[in-house]
């Protein structure tokens, strides 16, 4: 058992004569704005709650959780031990102020498709829904991420786009820049649960579970050099950098969905969860 997971059972079950403040079961790093990661350890098994989606803890005791792009002002936190709360905290999420983004050019079968392509979609759409209930048991995220390609920044996470001055959905992704071929990384450890080279609105396509559900996905690829089942350590060639799909030029869209939420890549990055080792 780790130093930490001692040190945390130390302090829930030291006894005096006068009763001492609940000693608080749980340590995260992360910060709780919209968009952000949290990576925390608590006791194996607890249930951790944050707002409507509650997670149970690993083996080890991590637990990685998330707040949407959209998360209100106030939420809580709240820890189970054997089905009784342990712990409540009242939790301030910062509101961000995110960029309003116009791309034109972009073909109008992929802002508004032909009809002949809805079942293709509907059928993309579905193999997507079911890679994201993967639940991988190895806390991949528990050595932090690094950016899976090099290139400068051209979209961030939050804006909203209009395609040929049509609104749509929030910008869920970080865009990096690059030649088509440039090779592109695992931002952390994880296995592969979807890897197409021709999706109708991505190209080339690749979803890693880095464990507990908290999955990339890598969109617009040229190359895809992986395959369903397989693991992959941070570092590990994936695929390489292309423009399929609707894009309007050759970079990688990374995105990070968490359960329903979706999280900020950029936030990711500079996490330590080395120290709740």
Not at 13 to 19: A, D, I, K
Not at 154 to 178: F, I
Not at 227 to 234: A, D, I, L, R, S
Request: net charge negative; aromatic share 8%.
């Amino acid at each position: 058992m780790t130093t930490f997971l001692l040190a945390l059972i130390a302090s829930l079950s030291q006894s005096s004569e006068m009763p001492a403040p609940a000693a608080r079961p749980i340590s995260c790093v992360g910060e709780h704005i919209q968009g952000a990661l949290l990576i925390c350890r608590t006791l194996p098994g607890s249930e951790v709650s944050l707002g409507d989606i509650t997670v149970s803890a690993d083996a080890f005791g991590w637990v990685v959780l998330g707040h949407d792009r959209d998360a209100q002002p106030e939420t809580q936190m709240v820890v189970r031990m054997g089905g009784e709360e342990t712990y409540r905290e009242d939790i301030a999420v910062t509101q961000r102020e995110y960029d309003i983004q116009y791309v034109e050019g972009v073909p109008q079968q992929y802002v508004s498709p032909p009809d002949e392509v809805l079942a293709r979609i509907r059928a993309e759409g579905a193999r997507k829904r079911e890679a994201y209930t993967s639940r991988w048991d190895v806390p991949g995220f528990a050595e932090g991420f690094i950016m899976p390609a090099d290139g400068p920044i051209t979209g961030v996470y939050g804006s909203q786009r209009y395609y040929n001055g049509e609104p749509r959905r929030p910008h869920y992704g970080l865009d990096m820049a690059g030649p088509v071929g440039t090779e592109v990384v695992t931002p952390a450890d994880g296995i592969v649960t979807l890897a197409d080279a021709d999706m109708y609105y991505e190209g080339g396509l690749i979803f890693i579970d880095h464990g507990q559900g908290f999955t990339s996905a890598f969109l617009h690829l040229s190359a895809v050099d992986v395959e369903v089942g397989q693991v992959v350590k941070q570092g590990d060639r994936i695929g390489a950098i292309g423009a399929g799909g609707r894009s309007t030029g050759p970079h990688l869209d990374w995105r990070i969905k968490w359960h329903d939420r979706y999280i900020d890549p950029a936030l990711t990055l500079d996490l330590q969860p080395e120290v709740l080792r």
